[in-house]
């Protein structure tokens, strides 16, 4: 089994791509309160929840166990819709050398979004599975923020 490897998911939502990314850029803050398998995150060094560089701390659910993890924003393209991040320490640690995502949402044609979720990991060794529960927590994030965004514009 290989140490290192990429997982991808595409989620269809029906707010704006645009909404979709200021909620991670701009919102993160709300993320606990837009979806249940978040359970709390707080500034762990940094300005602020959205600056590239600060260090936030969560705790969430993935295969029905909590989890918990630094993340960390790398880099934020406005033009392109996407934002690249860095997850390290907690339980994430304890399986990976490096973990990494990047969300991208690009509006479709007639309305709405999809909101593409790209994961790239190095294994601290091979006997540890490729993250597949991440695609199933982001899968359910995804639905959750967009659902969020709707009820917080009225639609």
């Known amino acids: 089994?290989?140490?290192?490897?990429?997982?991808?998911?595409?989620?269809?939502?029906?707010?704006?791509?645009?909404?979709?990314?200021?909620?991670?850029?701009?919102q993160l803050h709300n993320?606990?309160?837009?979806?249940?398998?978040?359970?709390?995150?707080?500034?762990?060094?940094?300005p602020d929840w959205h600056s590239i560089g600060s260090v936030k701390h969560?705790?969430?659910t993935v295969d029905?166990?909590?989890v918990t993890c630094k993340?960390?924003?790398?880099?934020?393209?406005e033009e392109n819709k996407s934002l690249n991040v860095d997850f390290s320490g907690g339980d994430i640690k304890d399986k990976y050398k490096s973990f990494k995502f990047i969300i991208k949402a690009t509006d479709k044609e007639g309305g709405g979004a999809?909101?593409?979720?790209?994961?790239?990991?190095?294994?601290?060794?091979?006997?540890?599975?490729?993250?597949?529960?991440?695609l199933d927590f982001v899968t359910i994030l995804t639905k959750d923020v967009d659902?969020?965004?709707?009820?917080?514009?009225?639609?």
């Open 114 to 134: 999809i909101a593409k979720w790209s994961f790239t990991f190095e294994k601290i060794h091979a006997g540890i599975p490729d993250p597949k529960g991440h």
């Open 147 to 155: 659902a969020f965004l709707l009820r917080s514009h009225g639609k």
């Open 31 to 46: 993320l606990s309160n837009a979806t249940g398998s978040v359970h709390f995150g707080e500034i762990h060094d940094g």
């Open 58 to 60: 969560w705790s969430y």
């Open 1 to 26: 089994m290989a140490l290192t490897g990429n997982l991808e998911v595409e989620i269809e939502i029906q707010s704006p791509a645009i909404e979709f990314f200021n909620f991670f850029t701009k």
């Open 71 to 77: 993340e960390k924003i790398e880099a934020i393209d």
């Open 64 to 66: 029905g166990k909590v």
